[in-house]
């Protein structure tokens, strides 16, 4: 079974801050995405990294894949209060389209 | 705006009572899904409809019922359900199959609550 596990479970920052949230697995995937979540919504998809190494960048938002294709950072800089939400990873297998999803990063930015 | 929408947004029903979840999705996508959302739990995938076939049920207890009539349109039937059965249902869809295709969007959800 495989299996993604993300850390922090929970983040309260402040305004301004870095913060980086870590989904790590030991099976590899052939793709990894990313979502945010706000509360009563259901997961919107931010990006989509399918090559090892890659790094995608969506204005404060860096993500990497990892070069092995078993994890991904989020890196956020300069965190806004409208960064707060739950943030997903989720792991595509190679074959099939059954996602592998992480249970979450909670972000709290206060201002 | 996803493209995929999802009718009520909130339900409350009683052990006893029939209701259904409606999802529509409006990308032309040929892959449609239902997962629960429970408070501390990643995401459970429940069912998966491909080019309005079922692939997979994750051994999802029989109380819970889809129905895709066809690749815009999923339904979740729900009878005598139990109050652990309360959390978000979300419904999303995908273009089917090859590299790539597992880009899954996700419609707003429905918030059941089984009294």
């Known amino acids: 079974t495989q299996l993604l596990e993300q850390s922090p479970q929970f983040l309260s920052i402040q305004e301004g801050e870095n913060l980086t949230v870590y989904c790590n697995s030991s099976s590899v995937f052939s793709s990894l995405q990313w979502y945010r979540q706000e509360p009563g919504e259901g997961p919107v998809l931010l990006v989509t990294?399918?090559?090892?190494?890659e790094v995608k960048k969506l204005k404060r938002l860096t993500f990497q894949f990892g070069d092995a294709r078993k994890d991904s950072s989020l890196h956020i800089t300069a965190a806004q209060p409208g960064d707060t939400g739950l943030y997903l990873c989720a792991g595509g297998p190679e074959y099939g389209n059954k996602l592998v999803f992480g249970a979450g990063t909670i972000l709290r930015v206060k201002s | 705006e996803t493209g995929v929408t999802q009718t009520p947004r909130h339900l409350v029903m009683g052990m006893t009572n029939k209701k259904s979840l409606k999802c529509e999705q409006h990308l032309g996508h040929n892959a449609m899904y239902w997962y629960k959302q429970s408070a501390k739990k990643p995401l459970e995938l429940m069912f998966v409809y491909s080019l309005e076939e079922r692939v997979e049920n994750n051994s999802v207890p029989s109380r819970f019922s889809p129905e895709c009539p066809n690749s815009s349109h999923l339904f979740l039937h729900l009878h005598t359900l139990q109050p652990e059965d309360s959390a978000l249902y979300l419904c999303?869809?995908?273009?089917?199959?090859?590299?790539?295709?597992?880009?899954?969007?996700f419609g707003p959800g429905t918030r059941l609550t089984v009294t």
């Open positions: 990294v399918v090559t090892g190494g």
């Open positions: 999303a869809s995908s273009q089917d199959e090859g590299q790539g295709g597992y880009e899954q969007y």
